[in-house]
Protein backbone atom coordinates (compact mmCIF):
# COMPACT_ATOMS: atom_id res chain seq x y z
CA UNK A 1 0.00 0.00 0.00
CA UNK A 2 0.77 3.62 -0.81
CA UNK A 3 1.42 5.87 1.89
CA UNK A 4 2.62 9.34 1.02
CA UNK A 5 3.87 11.02 -2.40
CA UNK A 6 6.31 13.93 -2.60
CA UNK A 7 5.93 16.05 -5.67
CA UNK A 8 8.51 18.36 -6.86
CA UNK A 9 8.55 20.46 -10.32
CA UNK A 10 5.43 18.44 -11.90
CA UNK A 11 3.03 20.18 -14.24
CA UNK A 12 1.42 22.83 -11.80
CA UNK A 13 3.40 21.66 -8.63
CA UNK A 14 6.59 23.15 -7.28
CA UNK A 15 6.46 20.93 -4.38
CA UNK A 16 3.49 18.83 -3.03
CA UNK A 17 3.47 16.57 -0.37
CA UNK A 18 -0.17 14.26 -0.15
CA UNK A 19 -0.88 11.65 2.32
CA UNK A 20 -2.89 8.20 1.32
CA UNK A 21 -4.45 5.20 2.31
CA UNK A 22 -6.34 2.56 1.80
CA UNK A 23 -8.94 4.44 -0.26
CA UNK A 24 -8.43 7.80 -0.65
CA UNK A 25 -10.14 10.79 -2.46
CA UNK A 26 -8.60 13.76 -4.01
CA UNK A 27 -11.43 16.57 -3.80
CA UNK A 28 -11.05 19.93 -4.92
CA UNK A 29 -12.78 22.41 -7.98
CA UNK A 30 -11.54 21.88 -11.53
CA UNK A 31 -8.10 22.48 -12.65
CA UNK A 32 -7.40 21.96 -9.15
CA UNK A 33 -4.37 19.73 -9.82
CA UNK A 34 -6.24 16.34 -9.06
CA UNK A 35 -5.49 14.57 -12.34
CA UNK A 36 -1.79 15.54 -12.12
CA UNK A 37 -1.36 14.43 -8.75
CA UNK A 38 -2.57 10.77 -10.11
CA UNK A 39 -0.58 11.25 -13.67
CA UNK A 40 2.67 11.78 -10.76
CA UNK A 41 1.77 8.29 -9.27
CA UNK A 42 1.25 7.12 -12.71
CA UNK A 43 4.65 8.58 -14.26
CA UNK A 44 6.41 7.20 -11.12
CA UNK A 45 5.20 3.78 -11.66
CA UNK A 46 6.26 3.76 -15.70
CA UNK A 47 9.90 5.18 -14.15
CA UNK A 48 10.17 2.25 -11.62
CA UNK A 49 9.47 -0.15 -14.18
CA UNK A 50 11.87 1.05 -17.02
CA UNK A 51 14.84 1.54 -14.38
CA UNK A 52 14.03 -2.55 -13.34
CA UNK A 53 13.41 -3.99 -16.49
CA UNK A 54 17.42 -2.06 -17.35
CA UNK A 55 19.24 -2.61 -13.68
CA UNK A 56 16.91 -5.65 -11.82
CA UNK A 57 19.14 -7.52 -9.31
CA UNK A 58 22.03 -5.14 -10.29
CA UNK A 59 23.84 -2.14 -8.01
CA UNK A 60 23.02 1.60 -9.00
CA UNK A 61 25.22 2.27 -11.77
CA UNK A 62 27.90 4.85 -11.06
CA UNK A 63 28.55 6.74 -14.25
CA UNK A 64 25.90 8.34 -16.45
CA UNK A 65 22.53 6.35 -15.10
CA UNK A 66 19.35 6.35 -16.03
CA UNK A 67 17.17 4.80 -18.32
CA UNK A 68 15.47 6.62 -21.81
CA UNK A 69 11.36 7.18 -21.40
CA UNK A 70 9.71 8.43 -24.53
CA UNK A 71 6.97 10.35 -24.59
CA UNK A 72 4.80 7.20 -26.55
CA UNK A 73 5.41 5.38 -23.66
CA UNK A 74 3.22 7.48 -20.94
CA UNK A 75 0.08 6.19 -21.71
CA UNK A 76 -1.93 7.81 -18.74
CA UNK A 77 -0.10 10.89 -19.14
CA UNK A 78 -0.48 11.86 -23.15
CA UNK A 79 1.31 14.67 -23.97
CA UNK A 80 2.47 16.05 -27.15
CA UNK A 81 6.37 17.28 -25.97
CA UNK A 82 7.65 15.60 -23.33
CA UNK A 83 8.87 19.75 -21.40
CA UNK A 84 5.00 19.92 -20.80
CA UNK A 85 5.70 17.95 -17.92
CA UNK A 86 7.72 19.99 -16.49
CA UNK A 87 6.61 23.22 -14.00
CA UNK A 88 6.02 26.42 -16.11
CA UNK A 89 7.86 24.46 -19.20
CA UNK A 90 11.21 24.88 -17.62
CA UNK A 91 13.50 22.24 -18.04
CA UNK A 92 16.91 24.33 -17.46
CA UNK A 93 17.99 26.79 -14.89
CA UNK A 94 20.31 29.65 -15.52
CA UNK A 95 23.14 29.94 -12.97
CA UNK A 96 25.90 31.94 -12.28
CA UNK A 97 29.23 31.25 -10.29
CA UNK A 98 31.09 34.46 -10.07
CA UNK A 99 32.18 35.32 -13.61
CA UNK A 100 31.20 31.87 -14.78
CA UNK A 101 27.43 31.58 -16.53
CA UNK A 102 26.06 27.83 -16.99
CA UNK A 103 22.84 26.08 -16.82
CA UNK A 104 21.51 23.08 -14.49
CA UNK A 105 19.12 20.68 -15.15
CA UNK A 106 15.33 20.93 -13.56
CA UNK A 107 14.30 18.06 -12.33
CA UNK A 108 11.07 16.35 -11.86
CA UNK A 109 11.01 14.30 -8.49
CA UNK A 110 8.57 11.79 -7.42
CA UNK A 111 9.07 10.05 -4.13
CA UNK A 112 6.75 7.38 -2.94
CA UNK A 113 6.63 6.03 1.09
CA UNK A 114 4.34 2.28 1.05
CA UNK A 115 4.17 -0.49 3.51
CA UNK A 116 4.43 -4.00 2.09
CA UNK A 117 3.94 -6.80 4.12
CA UNK A 118 4.84 -4.97 7.60
CA UNK A 119 7.85 -3.39 6.28
CA UNK A 120 7.83 0.34 5.44
CA UNK A 121 10.05 1.42 1.87
CA UNK A 122 10.64 4.79 0.19
CA UNK A 123 11.61 4.74 -3.33
CA UNK A 124 12.46 8.12 -5.22
CA UNK A 125 12.91 8.86 -8.63
CA UNK A 126 13.92 11.82 -10.92
CA UNK A 127 13.59 12.98 -14.35
CA UNK A 128 15.70 14.66 -16.62
CA UNK A 129 14.88 16.41 -19.72
CA UNK A 130 16.25 14.71 -23.04
CA UNK A 131 14.24 16.22 -25.99
CA UNK A 132 10.67 16.55 -26.97
CA UNK A 133 10.87 13.10 -27.11
CA UNK A 134 12.13 11.84 -24.36
CA UNK A 135 13.47 12.28 -20.98
CA UNK A 136 15.67 10.16 -18.50
CA UNK A 137 14.80 8.12 -14.96
CA UNK A 138 16.94 7.59 -12.67
CA UNK A 139 17.13 7.31 -8.68
CA UNK A 140 17.10 9.97 -6.44
CA UNK A 141 19.92 11.37 -5.31
CA UNK A 142 20.12 11.26 -1.65
CA UNK A 143 19.54 14.65 0.10
CA UNK A 144 17.59 15.64 -3.47
CA UNK A 145 18.91 16.92 -6.54
CA UNK A 146 21.41 19.44 -4.93
CA UNK A 147 22.54 16.42 -2.53
CA UNK A 148 25.70 14.26 -2.98
CA UNK A 149 25.91 12.08 -5.50
CA UNK A 150 24.73 8.75 -4.27
CA UNK A 151 21.27 7.61 -5.31
CA UNK A 152 18.26 5.95 -3.54
CA UNK A 153 18.93 2.36 -3.31
CA UNK A 154 15.07 1.16 -4.93
CA UNK A 155 13.52 -1.47 -2.74
CA UNK A 156 12.13 -5.00 -3.91
CA UNK A 157 9.12 -3.91 -2.22
CA UNK A 158 8.40 -1.09 -4.56
CA UNK A 159 8.20 -3.64 -7.33
CA UNK A 160 5.50 -5.37 -5.75
CA UNK A 161 3.26 -2.38 -6.34
CA UNK A 162 1.27 -2.43 -9.62
CA UNK A 163 -0.25 0.90 -10.63
CA UNK A 164 -3.28 1.34 -12.91
CA UNK A 165 -4.74 4.56 -14.27
CA UNK A 166 -8.42 5.05 -15.55
CA UNK A 167 -9.81 8.15 -16.88
CA UNK A 168 -13.80 8.68 -16.79
CA UNK A 169 -15.81 7.26 -19.27
CA UNK A 170 -15.57 8.61 -22.68
CA UNK A 171 -19.10 7.55 -24.09
CA UNK A 172 -19.02 3.92 -25.89
CA UNK A 173 -18.15 3.35 -29.82
CA UNK A 174 -20.73 1.86 -32.12
CA UNK A 175 -18.09 -0.83 -33.44
CA UNK A 176 -15.33 -1.90 -31.30
CA UNK A 177 -12.65 -4.10 -32.71
CA UNK A 178 -11.19 -6.75 -30.93
CA UNK A 179 -7.63 -5.26 -29.18
CA UNK A 180 -5.04 -6.72 -27.50
CA UNK A 181 -4.64 -6.16 -23.86
CA UNK A 182 -1.55 -3.77 -24.16
CA UNK A 183 -3.63 -2.15 -26.76
CA UNK A 184 -6.40 -1.68 -24.12
CA UNK A 185 -4.08 -0.38 -21.89
CA UNK A 186 -2.76 2.30 -24.28
CA UNK A 187 -6.48 3.15 -24.87
CA UNK A 188 -7.23 3.37 -21.77
CA UNK A 189 -4.48 5.91 -21.12
CA UNK A 190 -4.89 7.99 -23.60
CA UNK A 191 -8.93 8.66 -22.05
CA UNK A 192 -10.23 6.63 -25.10
CA UNK A 193 -12.37 4.02 -22.31
CA UNK A 194 -14.88 4.27 -25.76
CA UNK A 195 -12.58 1.85 -27.20
CA UNK A 196 -12.04 -1.12 -24.72
CA UNK A 197 -15.46 -1.07 -22.62
CA UNK A 198 -16.45 -4.82 -24.42
CA UNK A 199 -12.66 -5.30 -24.20
CA UNK A 200 -12.62 -5.56 -20.88
CA UNK A 201 -15.77 -7.43 -20.27
CA UNK A 202 -14.87 -10.05 -22.70
CA UNK A 203 -11.51 -10.40 -20.99
CA UNK A 204 -13.36 -11.12 -17.67
CA UNK A 205 -16.00 -13.06 -18.60
CA UNK A 206 -13.12 -15.03 -20.48
CA UNK A 207 -10.53 -15.52 -17.96
CA UNK A 208 -12.38 -14.56 -14.59
CA UNK A 209 -15.92 -16.26 -14.80
CA UNK A 210 -16.48 -16.15 -10.61
CA UNK A 211 -15.52 -12.39 -11.17
CA UNK A 212 -17.67 -11.92 -14.43
CA UNK A 213 -21.02 -13.28 -12.80
CA UNK A 214 -20.46 -11.00 -10.11
CA UNK A 215 -20.44 -8.01 -12.00
CA UNK A 216 -23.40 -9.07 -13.77
CA UNK A 217 -24.95 -9.11 -10.35
CA UNK A 218 -23.84 -5.79 -9.33
CA UNK A 219 -25.34 -4.24 -12.72
CA UNK A 220 -28.61 -6.10 -12.19
CA UNK A 221 -28.90 -5.00 -8.42
CA UNK A 222 -28.22 -1.51 -9.30
CA UNK A 223 -29.64 -0.72 -12.72
CA UNK A 224 -32.23 -3.51 -12.84
CA UNK A 225 -30.97 -5.09 -16.25
CA UNK A 226 -29.15 -8.39 -17.36
CA UNK A 227 -25.99 -8.00 -18.84
CA UNK A 228 -25.32 -10.37 -22.01
CA UNK A 229 -22.03 -12.36 -22.35
CA UNK A 230 -19.47 -10.54 -24.55
CA UNK A 231 -19.13 -12.32 -27.88
CA UNK A 232 -15.97 -11.97 -30.23
CA UNK A 233 -16.59 -12.26 -33.69
CA UNK A 234 -13.82 -13.39 -35.42
CA UNK A 235 -14.57 -13.03 -39.06
CA UNK A 236 -15.29 -8.91 -38.62
CA UNK A 237 -12.66 -9.23 -35.56
CA UNK A 238 -15.09 -7.06 -33.41
CA UNK A 239 -16.68 -7.66 -29.47
CA UNK A 240 -20.39 -7.13 -29.18
CA UNK A 241 -21.97 -6.63 -26.26
CA UNK A 242 -25.56 -6.49 -25.54
CA UNK A 243 -27.96 -6.21 -22.10
CA UNK A 244 -32.04 -7.22 -21.52
CA UNK A 245 -34.26 -5.16 -19.70
CA UNK A 246 -37.11 -7.44 -19.69
CA UNK A 247 -36.84 -11.25 -21.15
CA UNK A 248 -36.89 -11.45 -24.94
CA UNK A 249 -35.33 -8.34 -25.31
CA UNK A 250 -32.11 -7.87 -25.80
CA UNK A 251 -30.83 -3.73 -26.84
CA UNK A 252 -26.86 -3.20 -27.96
CA UNK A 253 -24.43 -1.61 -24.85
CA UNK A 254 -24.85 1.55 -26.73
CA UNK A 255 -28.12 1.99 -25.77
CA UNK A 256 -27.31 1.91 -22.33
CA UNK A 257 -27.63 4.67 -20.25
CA UNK A 258 -23.87 6.77 -19.41
CA UNK A 259 -24.21 5.64 -15.89
CA UNK A 260 -24.94 2.38 -16.58
CA UNK A 261 -21.65 2.24 -18.76
CA UNK A 262 -19.31 4.09 -16.06
CA UNK A 263 -20.15 1.53 -13.42
CA UNK A 264 -19.53 -1.34 -15.40
CA UNK A 265 -16.09 0.39 -16.54
CA UNK A 266 -14.95 0.57 -13.07
CA UNK A 267 -16.09 -2.63 -12.10
CA UNK A 268 -14.28 -4.75 -14.78
CA UNK A 269 -11.40 -2.62 -14.27
CA UNK A 270 -11.31 -3.35 -10.62
CA UNK A 271 -11.95 -7.21 -11.36
CA UNK A 272 -9.21 -7.15 -14.07
CA UNK A 273 -6.05 -5.64 -11.55
CA UNK A 274 -6.36 -7.13 -8.89
CA UNK A 275 -4.11 -6.22 -5.80
CA UNK A 276 -3.51 -3.24 -7.54
CA UNK A 277 -2.87 0.60 -6.83
CA UNK A 278 -6.04 1.60 -9.07
CA UNK A 279 -5.87 5.60 -9.98
CA UNK A 280 -9.61 6.34 -10.67
CA UNK A 281 -10.21 9.50 -12.05
CA UNK A 282 -13.69 10.94 -11.66
CA UNK A 283 -15.32 7.34 -10.58
CA UNK A 284 -18.56 9.44 -10.67
CA UNK A 285 -19.03 11.27 -13.67
CA UNK A 286 -22.43 10.66 -15.33
CA UNK A 287 -23.62 9.15 -11.90
CA UNK A 288 -26.95 11.14 -10.30
CA UNK A 289 -25.98 11.73 -6.38
CA UNK A 290 -27.73 8.95 -5.30
CA UNK A 291 -25.74 6.88 -7.31
CA UNK A 292 -22.76 8.57 -6.46
CA UNK A 293 -23.10 7.38 -2.88
CA UNK A 294 -23.90 3.69 -3.48
CA UNK A 295 -21.24 3.47 -6.11
CA UNK A 296 -18.63 4.53 -3.85
CA UNK A 297 -19.56 2.00 -1.21
CA UNK A 298 -19.53 -0.43 -3.66
CA UNK A 299 -15.72 0.49 -5.24
CA UNK A 300 -14.46 0.57 -1.67
CA UNK A 301 -16.16 -2.89 -1.03
CA UNK A 302 -14.51 -4.37 -4.24
CA UNK A 303 -11.06 -3.08 -3.72
CA UNK A 304 -10.99 -4.42 -0.46
CA UNK A 305 -12.37 -7.66 -1.57
CA UNK A 306 -9.26 -7.76 -4.37
CA UNK A 307 -6.84 -6.36 -2.39
CA UNK A 308 -6.65 -3.03 -4.00
CA UNK A 309 -5.77 0.46 -2.75
CA UNK A 310 -7.72 3.24 -4.49
CA UNK A 311 -7.19 7.16 -5.40
CA UNK A 312 -9.70 8.48 -6.58
CA UNK A 313 -9.98 12.52 -7.60
CA UNK A 314 -13.52 13.88 -7.72
CA UNK A 315 -15.25 17.39 -7.29
CA UNK A 316 -18.38 15.92 -5.80
CA UNK A 317 -19.14 16.82 -2.57
CA UNK A 318 -21.17 13.28 -1.81
CA UNK A 319 -17.68 11.72 -2.66
CA UNK A 320 -16.24 13.75 -0.17
CA UNK A 321 -18.50 13.18 2.64
CA UNK A 322 -18.98 9.11 2.32
CA UNK A 323 -15.02 9.30 2.27
CA UNK A 324 -14.65 11.59 5.08
CA UNK A 325 -16.36 9.44 7.43
CA UNK A 326 -13.68 6.49 6.70
CA UNK A 327 -11.61 7.28 4.61
CA UNK A 328 -8.33 9.67 3.54
CA UNK A 329 -9.76 12.70 2.12
CA UNK A 330 -7.00 15.11 0.34
CA UNK A 331 -8.51 18.61 -0.79
CA UNK A 332 -6.88 20.82 -3.48
CA UNK A 333 -8.02 23.43 -2.28
CA UNK A 334 -4.78 26.03 -2.22
CA UNK A 335 -1.65 23.22 -1.24
CA UNK A 336 -3.42 19.40 -1.42
CA UNK A 337 -3.89 18.86 2.51
CA UNK A 338 -5.70 16.42 3.79
CA UNK A 339 -8.96 17.13 6.13
CA UNK A 340 -10.29 14.99 8.55
CA UNK A 341 -12.98 17.30 10.79
CA UNK A 342 -16.42 18.13 9.67
CA UNK A 343 -15.94 22.23 9.59
CA UNK A 344 -12.95 21.44 6.89
CA UNK A 345 -15.05 19.53 4.62
CA UNK A 346 -17.81 22.02 4.95
CA UNK A 347 -15.46 24.66 3.70
CA UNK A 348 -14.07 22.51 1.07
CA UNK A 349 -17.74 21.37 -0.11
CA UNK A 350 -18.26 25.61 -0.32
CA UNK A 351 -15.50 25.44 -2.76
CA UNK A 352 -17.05 23.26 -4.84
CA UNK A 353 -20.14 24.81 -4.80
CA UNK A 354 -19.25 28.83 -4.85
CA UNK A 355 -15.64 29.28 -5.30
CA UNK A 356 -14.34 29.12 -8.44
CA UNK A 357 -10.84 28.40 -9.11
CA UNK A 358 -10.12 31.81 -10.60
CA UNK A 359 -10.74 32.64 -6.99
CA UNK A 360 -7.90 30.81 -5.99
CA UNK A 361 -5.43 31.93 -7.94
CA UNK A 362 -6.13 35.20 -7.54
CA UNK A 363 -5.62 34.64 -3.24
CA UNK A 364 -2.51 33.22 -4.33
CA UNK A 365 -1.37 35.42 -6.59
CA UNK A 366 -2.33 39.06 -4.46
CA UNK A 367 -2.98 37.34 -1.19
CA UNK A 368 -5.13 39.23 0.36
CA UNK A 369 -9.14 40.49 -0.83
CA UNK A 370 -11.61 43.17 -0.75
CA UNK A 371 -15.19 42.79 -0.41
CA UNK A 372 -17.46 45.47 -1.15
CA UNK A 373 -21.11 46.06 -2.35
CA UNK A 374 -20.57 46.43 -6.08
CA UNK A 375 -18.29 47.78 -8.54
CA UNK A 376 -19.20 51.12 -8.33
CA UNK A 377 -18.04 51.37 -4.50
CA UNK A 378 -14.52 50.26 -6.33
CA UNK A 379 -14.52 53.06 -8.88
CA UNK A 380 -15.24 55.71 -6.12
CA UNK A 381 -12.82 54.56 -3.33
CA UNK A 382 -10.55 54.35 -6.48
CA UNK A 383 -11.56 58.29 -7.58
CA UNK A 384 -10.89 59.04 -4.11
CA UNK A 385 -7.85 57.58 -3.68
CA UNK A 386 -6.48 59.84 -6.10
CA UNK A 387 -7.68 62.93 -5.09
CA UNK A 388 -6.66 62.55 -1.55
CA UNK A 389 -2.81 61.31 -3.25
CA UNK A 390 -3.48 58.11 -0.84
CA UNK A 391 -1.13 55.45 -1.21
CA UNK A 392 -4.08 53.21 -1.26
CA UNK A 393 -4.28 54.12 -4.91
CA UNK A 394 -1.86 51.54 -5.68
CA UNK A 395 -3.95 48.48 -3.58
CA UNK A 396 -7.12 49.52 -5.43
CA UNK A 397 -5.39 49.79 -9.25
CA UNK A 398 -5.59 45.48 -9.61
CA UNK A 399 -7.12 44.11 -6.16
CA UNK A 400 -8.43 41.11 -5.47
CA UNK A 401 -12.12 41.86 -4.99
CA UNK A 402 -15.40 40.54 -4.43
CA UNK A 403 -19.05 41.67 -4.89
CA UNK A 404 -21.27 40.68 -1.75
CA UNK A 405 -24.14 42.91 -2.53
CA UNK A 406 -23.65 44.51 1.50
CA UNK A 407 -24.23 40.94 2.22
CA UNK A 408 -21.22 40.06 5.15
CA UNK A 409 -21.99 36.68 5.58
CA UNK A 410 -21.32 36.29 1.89
CA UNK A 411 -17.89 37.32 2.49
CA UNK A 412 -17.09 35.47 5.05
CA UNK A 413 -18.43 32.25 3.68
CA UNK A 414 -16.16 33.18 0.38
CA UNK A 415 -12.90 34.25 2.24
CA UNK A 416 -12.84 31.50 4.88
CA UNK A 417 -13.69 28.46 1.91
CA UNK A 418 -10.23 30.48 -0.01
CA UNK A 419 -8.99 30.38 3.85
CA UNK A 420 -9.04 26.51 3.50
CA UNK A 421 -6.39 26.80 0.45
CA UNK A 422 -4.56 29.81 1.44
CA UNK A 423 -3.87 29.75 5.37
CA UNK A 424 -2.08 33.23 5.33
CA UNK A 425 -5.09 34.90 3.55
CA UNK A 426 -6.31 38.19 4.68
CA UNK A 427 -8.95 40.22 3.63
CA UNK A 428 -11.40 43.36 4.86
CA UNK A 429 -14.93 43.94 3.90
CA UNK A 430 -16.22 47.59 3.83
CA UNK A 431 -20.77 47.50 3.95
CA UNK A 432 -22.74 50.06 4.04
CA UNK A 433 -24.46 51.78 7.14
CA UNK A 434 -27.72 49.07 7.33
CA UNK A 435 -25.60 45.49 7.60
CA UNK A 436 -24.90 43.54 10.20
CA UNK A 437 -20.79 42.97 10.70
CA UNK A 438 -19.52 40.89 13.41
CA UNK A 439 -16.45 40.43 15.98
CA UNK A 440 -13.18 41.31 13.96
CA UNK A 441 -10.98 38.85 13.03
CA UNK A 442 -7.60 38.38 13.02
CA UNK A 443 -8.14 37.26 8.86
CA UNK A 444 -10.80 39.32 7.88
CA UNK A 445 -11.63 42.82 8.87
CA UNK A 446 -15.39 44.35 8.48
CA UNK A 447 -15.81 48.12 8.32
CA UNK A 448 -18.89 49.71 8.43
CA UNK A 449 -19.82 53.20 6.53
CA UNK A 450 -20.91 55.88 9.54
CA UNK A 451 -22.97 57.23 7.24
CA UNK A 452 -25.69 55.06 5.10
CA UNK A 453 -23.18 54.21 1.92
CA UNK A 454 -19.81 55.77 0.51
CA UNK A 455 -22.12 58.19 -1.80
CA UNK A 456 -22.94 59.85 1.48
CA UNK A 457 -19.41 61.32 1.66
CA UNK A 458 -19.56 62.89 -1.59
CA UNK A 459 -20.18 66.99 -1.43
CA UNK A 460 -23.07 66.49 -3.30
CA UNK A 461 -23.96 70.01 -4.32
CA UNK A 462 -20.97 70.98 -4.99
CA UNK A 463 -19.89 68.10 -6.95
CA UNK A 464 -23.05 68.27 -9.09
CA UNK A 465 -22.64 71.93 -9.83
CA UNK A 466 -19.23 71.23 -11.24
CA UNK A 467 -20.64 67.81 -13.18
CA UNK A 468 -22.91 70.33 -14.90
CA UNK A 469 -20.50 73.12 -16.52
CA UNK A 470 -17.97 70.30 -16.64
CA UNK A 471 -20.57 68.24 -18.88
CA UNK A 472 -20.20 71.33 -21.37
CA UNK A 473 -16.83 71.47 -22.19
CA UNK A 474 -15.83 69.05 -25.32
CA UNK A 475 -19.20 67.87 -25.35
CA UNK A 476 -21.85 69.09 -27.29
CA UNK A 477 -21.14 72.77 -28.05
CA UNK A 478 -17.80 71.96 -30.14
CA UNK A 479 -15.51 74.61 -30.37
CA UNK A 480 -18.11 77.92 -29.83
CA UNK A 481 -16.73 80.15 -26.88
CA UNK A 482 -19.67 82.37 -26.33
CA UNK A 483 -22.25 78.81 -26.69
CA UNK A 484 -20.33 77.04 -24.01
CA UNK A 485 -20.68 79.95 -21.61
CA UNK A 486 -24.49 79.91 -22.32
CA UNK A 487 -24.36 76.34 -21.90
CA UNK A 488 -22.80 76.29 -18.67
CA UNK A 489 -24.87 78.73 -17.18
CA UNK A 490 -28.14 76.94 -18.18
CA UNK A 491 -27.09 73.51 -17.08
CA UNK A 492 -25.85 74.96 -13.90
CA UNK A 493 -29.34 76.61 -13.02
CA UNK A 494 -30.93 73.77 -13.96
CA UNK A 495 -29.14 71.56 -11.75
CA UNK A 496 -29.30 73.68 -8.92
CA UNK A 497 -32.94 74.34 -9.51
CA UNK A 498 -33.17 70.39 -9.68
CA UNK A 499 -30.96 69.63 -6.03
CA UNK A 500 -33.01 72.73 -4.22
CA UNK A 501 -36.60 70.70 -5.13
CA UNK A 502 -35.17 67.41 -4.01
CA UNK A 503 -32.67 68.36 -1.14
CA UNK A 504 -34.20 70.22 2.25
CA UNK A 505 -32.59 73.64 2.74
CA UNK A 506 -31.04 73.15 6.06
CA UNK A 507 -28.74 70.25 4.19
CA UNK A 508 -27.75 72.74 0.86
CA UNK A 509 -27.04 75.49 3.91
CA UNK A 510 -24.84 72.53 6.30
CA UNK A 511 -22.52 70.27 4.36
CA UNK A 512 -22.10 68.76 8.01
CA UNK A 513 -26.26 68.26 7.99
CA UNK A 514 -27.22 64.58 9.34
CA UNK A 515 -29.24 64.55 6.42
CA UNK A 516 -26.16 63.72 4.47
CA UNK A 517 -25.37 60.99 6.67
CA UNK A 518 -28.22 59.23 8.06
CA UNK A 519 -31.23 61.14 6.28
CA UNK A 520 -30.90 60.09 2.56
CA UNK A 521 -29.07 57.14 0.25
CA UNK A 522 -27.33 59.09 -1.43
CA UNK A 523 -27.32 56.79 -4.40
CA UNK A 524 -31.07 56.75 -4.59
CA UNK A 525 -30.59 61.08 -4.49
CA UNK A 526 -28.61 60.88 -7.47
CA UNK A 527 -30.35 58.72 -9.38
CA UNK A 528 -33.65 61.27 -9.14
CA UNK A 529 -31.15 64.47 -9.53
CA UNK A 530 -30.01 63.32 -12.69
CA UNK A 531 -33.48 61.36 -14.01
CA UNK A 532 -35.18 65.15 -13.71
CA UNK A 533 -31.60 66.70 -15.07
CA UNK A 534 -31.53 65.25 -18.11
CA UNK A 535 -35.31 65.40 -18.49
CA UNK A 536 -35.19 68.62 -18.47
CA UNK A 537 -32.26 69.09 -20.82
CA UNK A 538 -34.04 66.57 -23.03
CA UNK A 539 -31.21 64.51 -23.65
CA UNK A 540 -30.45 60.69 -22.22
CA UNK A 541 -29.53 59.91 -18.64
CA UNK A 542 -25.97 59.40 -19.16
CA UNK A 543 -25.06 59.38 -15.01
CA UNK A 544 -25.93 55.70 -13.72
CA UNK A 545 -25.26 54.62 -10.56
CA UNK A 546 -22.05 52.56 -12.43
CA UNK A 547 -20.52 56.74 -13.51
CA UNK A 548 -20.90 57.86 -9.73
CA UNK A 549 -17.47 57.69 -9.25
CA UNK A 550 -16.77 60.57 -12.08
CA UNK A 551 -18.47 62.40 -9.13
CA UNK A 552 -15.72 61.84 -6.54
CA UNK A 553 -13.08 62.69 -9.09
CA UNK A 554 -14.76 66.30 -9.07
CA UNK A 555 -14.29 66.34 -5.23
CA UNK A 556 -11.46 68.73 -3.46
CA UNK A 557 -9.65 66.85 -0.96
CA UNK A 558 -10.41 69.24 2.05
CA UNK A 559 -14.38 68.36 0.63
CA UNK A 560 -14.26 64.82 1.96
CA UNK A 561 -14.27 63.56 5.23
CA UNK A 562 -11.57 61.89 7.46
CA UNK A 563 -13.39 58.72 7.70
CA UNK A 564 -12.38 58.17 4.32
CA UNK A 565 -8.65 58.24 5.30
CA UNK A 566 -9.06 55.88 7.77
CA UNK A 567 -10.62 53.29 5.68
CA UNK A 568 -8.44 53.68 2.66
CA UNK A 569 -5.45 53.63 5.73
CA UNK A 570 -7.10 50.18 6.56
CA UNK A 571 -7.07 48.68 3.14
CA UNK A 572 -3.31 49.52 2.90
CA UNK A 573 -2.94 48.10 5.98
CA UNK A 574 -4.39 44.78 4.72
CA UNK A 575 -2.76 44.70 1.71
CA UNK A 576 0.73 45.64 3.68
CA UNK A 577 -0.32 42.51 5.69
CA UNK A 578 -0.57 39.91 2.29
CA UNK A 579 1.77 37.15 1.71
CA UNK A 580 1.53 36.91 -2.42
CA UNK A 581 2.76 34.15 -4.39
CA UNK A 582 6.67 34.46 -5.64
CA UNK A 583 6.53 35.10 -9.20
Not at 198 to 222: D, G, K, P
Not at 412 to 427: E, T
Request: aromatic share 8%.
Amino acid sequence: MLTNITIRNFKRFEEVEIPLGTSVVFIGPNNSGKTTALQALALWDLGLRRWMERYQGKPNPEKRPGVTINRRDMIAIPVPRANLLWRNLHTRLSTTDGEKRGTQNVRIEIVVDGITNGATWQCGLEFDYANEESFYCRPLRIGGSNGSGERMAVPGHALQTHVAYLPPMSGLAAVEPKWEPGRVNVLIGEGQTAQVLRNLCHNLAENQEQEWRRVQEHIRQLFGVTLDRPNHIVERGEVTMSYSERPGVSLALSASGRGLQQTLLLLAYLYTNPSAVLLLDEPDAHLEILRQRQIYHLLSQTASEMESQIVAASHSEVIMNEAGSQDVVVAFVGKPHRIDDRSSRSQVAKALKQIGYQDYFQAEQTGWVLYLEGATDLSILRSIAQTLNHPASKCLDRPFVHYVGNQPSSARNHFFGLYQGKSDLVGIGIYDNDATISEASPYLGEIQWQRREVENYLPIPAVLERYATHSVEGNETGGDTLFAAAEKDKRLEIMRNVVSDLVPPVALRHPDDDYWRHGVKASELLDRVFEEYFQELELPNVMRKTAYHRLAALAKPEELDKELTYVLDQIVGVAEKARPAEA
